[in-house]
Nanobody, 121 residues
Framework: QVQLVESGGGLVQPGGSLRLSCAAS????????LAWYRQAPGKQRELVAA???????TYADSVKGRFTISGDNSKNTVYLQMNSLRPEDTADYYC???????????????WGQGTQVTVSS
C-alpha cells in the first residue's frame, strides 16, 4: 500500500508564494511520474504541472513562469513552488503519483488527500 501526504497549503495574499510538498511512502519500486492537479469550486480538476524521469516537466499555460515542480527521488517527494499567486489560483491542490510496486507490476495511480490554497487580500 502506498500513502501520499501533502502539506504546505494555506491563505496567501495576491503576489505571494507558497510551497506544496507531497511525500509518498510504502511499497514503491519505481516512480514514473509526479504531478500536481487542482480543482476550484464548480470546476473540473486540471493538471497544473508534472515531472517525469526526474527532470522532464510540463506546466499548464496559466502557471508557466510562476510555478515550478521538482522532485526528490531519495525522499519520494514532489514539490510545487508557487510564486506570484493570483486569486484565480485558489483551489484544492492534489498530488498524483504513477508508480510500480515491483519490477513487473502494472503502473498504479495514487492521489493525495488534497490541500487548500486560497489567494485573497
Amino acid at each position: 500500500q502506498v500513502q501520499l501526504v501533502e502539506s504546505g497549503g494555506g491563505l496567501v495574499q495576491p503576489g505571494g508564494s507558497l510551497r506544496l510538498s507531497c511525500a509518498a511512502s510504502g511499497t514503491i519500486f519505481s516512480i514514473n511520474m509526479l504531478a500536481w492537479y487542482r480543482q476550484a469550486p464548480g470546476k473540473q480538476r486540471e493538471l497544473v504541472a508534472a515531472i517525469t524521469g526526474g527532470r522532464f516537466t510540463t506546466y499548464a499555460d496559466s502557471v508557466k513562469g510562476r510555478f515550478t515542480i521538482s522532485g526528490d527521488n531519495s525522499k519520494n517527494t514532489v514539490y510545487l513552488q508557487m510564486n506570484s499567486l493570483r486569486p484565480e489560483d485558489t483551489a484544492d491542490y492534489y498530488c498524483n503519483v504513477k508508480l510500480r510496486v515491483a519490477a513487473l507490476s502494472p503502473m498504479y495511480d495514487y492521489w493525495g488527500q488534497g490541500t487548500q490554497v486560497t489567494v485573497s487580500s
